[in-house]
């Protein structure tokens, strides 16, 4: 008999089913004011990111349709609650929100166990990341900061092992995180361009508005450089479960 609270591993990538999302937020009253929320969506298939907007009714609860291909997470946008929500086609999720204080969001679903790890671990790998390279990325070529890319992801992915050790975790959290941890680091080799524009027009206060630089990031165009992407993520179909993998 399968355990509710530790479902297997995924073990199927694309879907053509859809995730039904579900909540009440309580303490809500109409009178209150804002009562719509904002799903965020992307589509691995289509690289597009759709919208799907929810509407409180007058008791406080809210229903949906998300169109997901495939298990990912989602990023829901609201007064009451601001995080991303991993779901699962064919999945039924529902949030119950408490607006009388400080953010509590209860999640009851097939992968509820996994969002409550998620939360809890928040993702040590990409805070710590962003916190050092800003730092150095200026002083980076291409090769440097790919270089510098992959030994962190080792780095992190061997932290994930000892992080294992410490705890009882879902057997979902097992099989993701680690996906998680490579897509990211791979995703950002792919945008040198734009994390080292960023430093630079953060270091010398230059707006958004001056859409030249006086430098190049540019990425080299030669195939040698893409050696780092592994076969697998190419044509494993649970590659794409990464978080980072639609970038």
Same mark, same amino acid.
């Given at each position: 008999?399968?355990?509710?609270? *530790?479902?297997? &591993?995924?073990?199927?990538?694309?879907?053509?089913? @859809?995730?039904?999302?579900?909540?009440? #937020? +309580?303490?809500?009253?109409? !009178?209150?004011?804002?009562?719509?929320?904002?799903?965020?969506? *992307?589509? #691995?298939?289509?690289?597009?990111?759709?919208?799907?907007?929810?509407?409180?009714?007058?008791?406080? /609860? /809210?229903?949906?349709?998300?169109?997901?291909?495939?298990?990912?997470?989602? +990023?829901?946008? @609201?007064? &009451?609650?601001?995080?991303?929500? /991993?779901?699962?086609?064919? !999945?039924?999720?529902?949030?119950?929100?408490?607006?009388?204080?400080?953010? %509590?969001?209860?999640?009851?679903?097939?992968?509820?166990?996994?969002?409550?790890?998620?939360?809890?671990?928040?993702?040590?790998?990409?805070?710590?990341?962003?916190?050092?390279?800003?730092?150095?990325?200026?002083?980076?070529?291409?090769?440097?900061?790919?270089?510098?890319?992959?030994?962190?992801?080792?780095?992190?992915?061997?932290?994930?092992?000892?992080?294992?050790?410490?705890?009882?975790?879902?057997?979902?959290? #097992?099989?993701?995180?680690?996906?998680?941890?490579?897509?990211?680091?791979?995703? *950002?080799?792919?945008?040198?361009?734009?994390?080292?524009? @960023?430093?630079?027009?953060?270091?010398? %206060?230059?707006?958004?508005?001056?859409?030249?630089?006086?430098? *190049?990031? !540019?990425?080299?165009?030669?195939?040698?450089?893409?050696?780092?992407?592994?076969?697998?993520?190419?044509?494993?179909?649970?590659?794409?479960?990464?978080?980072?993998?639609?970038?």
């Amino acid at each position: 008999v399968p355990n509710p609270w *530790n479902p297997p &591993a995924i073990e199927q990538g694309f879907s053509t089913d @859809s995730v039904v999302l579900s909540g009440y #937020l +309580y303490g809500y009253s109409p !009178e209150l004011g804002n009562r719509t929320g904002t799903v965020y969506v *992307n589509n #691995l298939l289509s690289g597009n990111q759709g919208i799907v907007l929810f509407e409180l009714d007058d008791r406080g /609860f /809210f229903s949906g349709k998300l169109p997901v291909v495939t298990p990912g997470n989602v +990023y829901i946008r @609201s007064d &009451a609650f601001n995080r991303s929500l /991993f779901v699962e086609p064919g !999945e039924e999720v529902f949030l119950f929100l408490d607006g009388t204080g400080p953010s %509590n969001v209860s999640i009851m679903g097939k992968n509820a166990r996994l969002n409550l790890e998620n939360l809890a671990s928040a993702p040590f790998y990409m805070n710590r990341f962003y916190l050092e390279i800003d730092k150095k990325v200026l002083d980076m070529d291409a090769d440097d900061f790919k270089a510098f890319c992959l030994q962190k992801m080792e780095e992190d992915l061997a932290q994930f092992e000892a992080i294992k050790k410490e705890g009882s975790w879902s057997d979902r959290y #097992l099989q993701l995180t680690p996906l998680n941890i490579k897509s990211n680091y791979l995703r *950002n080799v792919l945008h040198y361009h734009y994390i080292s524009s @960023s430093a630079y027009r953060q270091k010398f %206060n230059i707006p958004n508005t001056q859409r030249e630089l006086p430098v *190049n990031f !540019e990425i080299p165009s030669e195939t040698s450089f893409f050696s780092f992407i592994p076969q697998d993520l190419l044509t494993d179909e649970l590659s794409a479960l990464g978080d980072s993998y639609e970038n």
